[in-house]
């Protein structure tokens, strides 16, 4: 295998270089639209919010450059000091950052402020590569599994604690890298169940999903022991009294907590989102609004800057979680078409040099990028078009705000600079 070249540029990838230019572009646009005010003058400003953004995006090229001028083993080497790092980071928040709208995530440094849950994606990402490259490492045994799990769910935890839920959920996410590494389906299906059966109980209460699912599981168990007989029973008798006993505490669990941990915000949320109650004033106004911008767009939009909606600041945080309702209004649904498709068409890049690198690490971790980015945008733009509740998850190198956008240059770049490399002496 050849060594490195000196030149930092070389061999990287410019098909995924210029999808990240391009909605970072086309990003900025948006928020300029979303925050313009009439007597907003100056571009590059600390008083503006597409003025801080644009100061954000120019920032990145030195970080870009700082991110491929080390080497590629330089990541896999140092992936699980980066990973405690970004623990530490998420710990002293709880003595030293700073509340924001109800949750402490961000440290202060003047008129600039760092959220460390968006760093954090890229810092687990190289800690789950480093952890299933290991050659010694066995994804199917129970004990590797579970050191697996700490990793990805020990930030999720205390990101959950600040607490930031919508923040924490993106580490669901890589499920699927684990599953891609040999980790048996019946994870996700398992969890998959689990949430179907969370919104049944909310949906119909939990007495209701109780009494339903135990005549349905004895429906079931009377019907196998009908053909499997007698022997089928005393051999399962255990597993058949297990099921019983876990769906009775996680539906009543599901009921007690839904009713006495969730906030009353929450509930309205979910129950606006499941159609039990109609709130287009309080809990569903975010939603209803965008919604309504979006589909005042039409198929070629209202042009730019010219979105009345938008215009009039009717969506919160429009810049922000919400800014795909901006390109609904002012881009139509062929400008929305087309941000999806380049998002899509980043994944599908990622995922394609992923399966060239010969390189295990590499592999793992591209395939960490592509689930945290696909994550990012079904759950983002469905919750824009009212799919999905409210849980405040940017869309990546589109939503305002520089931890974001420098979170997930982090991660693409260092995916960049080690696909650069892996036909090299690692």
């Not at 086309?26 to 313009?36: D, V």
């Not at 100061?55 to 080390?70: E, G, H, M, S, Y």
């Not at 699927?176 to 389906?185: I, K």
Request: proline residues 2%; contains cysteine; aromatic residues 18%.
């Amino acid at each position: 295998m050849r060594q490195e070249q000196n030149n930092i540029f070389a061999r990287i990838d410019w098909i995924l270089v210029f999808l990240f230019i391009s909605l970072v572009s086309f990003g900025w646009l948006n928020i300029y639209a979303a925050s313009k005010t009439d007597v907003d003058v100056e571009l590059f400003t600390f008083s503006t919010k597409y003025g801080k953004q644009l100061i954000f995006i120019c920032l990145t090229a030195p970080l870009i450059i700082t991110i491929l001028f080390f080497n590629s083993k330089f990541y896999e080497r140092y992936a699980s000091i980066f990973y405690i790092i970004s623990i530490i980071s998420l710990l002293l928040l709880f003595p030293f950052g700073k509340e924001i709208n109800g949750a402490k995530s961000w440290f202060n440094f003047g008129v600039l402020g760092l959220q460390p849950s968006e760093f954090v994606k890229a810092f687990t990402a190289l800690a789950v590569a480093k952890l299933l490259s290991d050659r010694q490492y066995n994804l199917s045994l129970v004990k590797n599994q579970i050191k697996a799990f700490f990793i990805i769910f020990l930030p999720a935890v205390l990101i959950t604690l600040q607490p930031d839920a919508g923040s924490a959920l993106i580490y669901l996410s890589f499920f699927f890298v684990l599953n891609r590494e040999g980790l048996t389906l019946n994870y996700i299906l398992l969890g998959s169940a689990f949430i179907l059966l969370f919104i049944l109980t909310i949906f119909f209460g939990a007495n209701w999903m109780l009494l339903s699912l135990f005549i349905l599981i004895s429906i079931l168990v009377a019907y196998v022991v009908y053909k499997g007989g007698k022997r089928f029973l005393r051999f399962n008798w255990h597993k058949i009294l297990g099921v019983y006993l876990i769906v009775g505490v996680f539906v009543l669990g599901t009921g007690y907590t839904y009713n006495n941990v969730f906030k009353q915000h929450h509930r309205d949320r979910f129950e606006v989102l499941l159609g039990l109650k109609v709130d287009n004033k309080n809990i569903g106004y975010n939603s209803y609004q965008s919604e309504l911008t979006i589909s005042s767009g039409g198929w070629f939009g209202k042009g730019f800057l010219e979105g009345d909606i938008t215009q009039g600041d009717f969506v919160p945080e429009q810049h922000t979680d919400y800014i795909f309702s901006t390109v609904g209004e002012e881009w139509g649904f062929i400008g929305s078409s087309i941000v999806i498709i380049l998002f899509m068409l980043m994944l599908y890049r990622i995922i394609y040099l992923a399966e060239t690198h010969a390189n295990k690490f590499g592999r793992i971790y591209g395939y960490s990028l592509a689930s945290i980015l696909f994550f990012h945008v079904i759950v983002n733009i469905g919750m824009v078009i009212g799919l999905l509740p409210t849980v405040g998850i940017p869309l990546p190198f589109f939503s305002y705000g520089g931890s974001s956008l420098w979170g997930f240059t982090i991660l693409l770049f260092i995916f960049i600079r080690l696909d650069a490399h892996k036909d090299y002496d690692w």
